[in-house]
């Protein structure tokens, strides 16, 4: 089995702070993590951190595209270009996304996530996909096209799931149908999120009685609060074991909101995702077409040219924990969790993944100290950048 030794990193995972620290790694695992200096005799490879902070790798579980592709283009090379994107932020694990389209255009994104598997998951894993709508409410619709809408139906998504696993589905509970559907998902292995929803929180509670635990993008495109009724906003404050996303750019949410979310909310159940557009990692000035309607990335902002709505962002997910970190000043050794292992521990591997800890799987990302970005990451204990 390949040895590898990472030193002289800052060892930054959930409840762990070590500066001067190396890990061991055999095989896909994690071996040893420790301060004290090791001996480099017995290792295949050895890599120098130079001190930067060495964090669990990413997983990110709300990801539409990058590069100038959506995972939701009828092209394979998408879903391969999202993950190589992905992988250049620190994300080793992600959850493609899909827009409210066809149910064929959900059939096509299944396949190629498929396909991308079957070529050996050459970037970062993809264990399986999150469907974003289109069971959705379509006056909350933000930037998923309204003409796709439709009801829950869980045999829709079962035909999905035969192809590839869905992992997490994005609907709005106060539909036809809303309150069951959560169970429906959770017997399927799939996490229900309520999303651009126009829940009362009424609502919520029949939905939450039946399973659903997770909110897709807090704040955004849901019922704000209200002091008469609290909405889905009042709700993800109010009730603590709502997995609740957070899109960490200071645009979907400003500064202040991040800092009241971050310092109120038990951080075991916040997680940071990008909801990354096509025009993630692309220019300024970049345009393209989102089902169906124009977008334009304007001053880092990615804005439908009609009306203006939000479309998703251009967040790199390192980028979100500096944000978080530089807003709330709350130790990174806290707030990591909300990068990796919370998203672990709610899909079930969080005995495995999301944390620096013996026997965990070497999903690793290095981190420079005053850019944010990755210097070098590790999938399975391979190093892929
Ligand atoms: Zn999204």
Known sequence: MLKTLIKNAHVISPGLDLENAFIAIEGRKIKQVGAKKIADKGFDTIVDAGGKYLMPGFIDVHTHGALAYDFCDKDPQAVFELAKAKLQEGVTTLLPTTLTVSGEELKTAARNAAAYVKAGSPYAKIPGIHLEGPFINVKCCGAQNPAFVRKPSI?????????????????????????????????????????????????????????????????????????????????????????????????????DMLNLVFTRRDLAHVQMITDSLRCSHCKDGYAFTM???KVLLKNGEARLVEGGNLAGSTLWMGMGLKNVHEITGIPLERLVRTTSWNQAIEQGWGKTRGKIEKGYTADLVIVDKRTWKPAAVFVDGEQRI
């Open 291 to 293: 089902g169906g309607l």
């Open 155 to 255: 045999k829709e998504v079962k035909e999905i799931a035969k192809i590839f696993p869905v992992k997490q589905i994005t609907y709005a509970p106060e539909t036809e149908g809303g309150a069951k559907f959560a169970r429906e998902c959770i017997k399927l292995g799939i996490v229900p999120s309520c999303g651009h929803t126009g829940a009362r929180f009424a609502d919520l509670k029949a939905a939450y009685r039946n399973g659903l635990r997770h909110m897709t993008h807090f704040c955004n495109q849901m019922t704000p609060l209200h002091h008469r009724e609290i909405g889905m906003v009042g709700a993800g404050l109010l009730v603590e074991d709502l997995n609740t996303e957070v899109i960490c750019d200071k645009i979907h949410l400003c500064p």
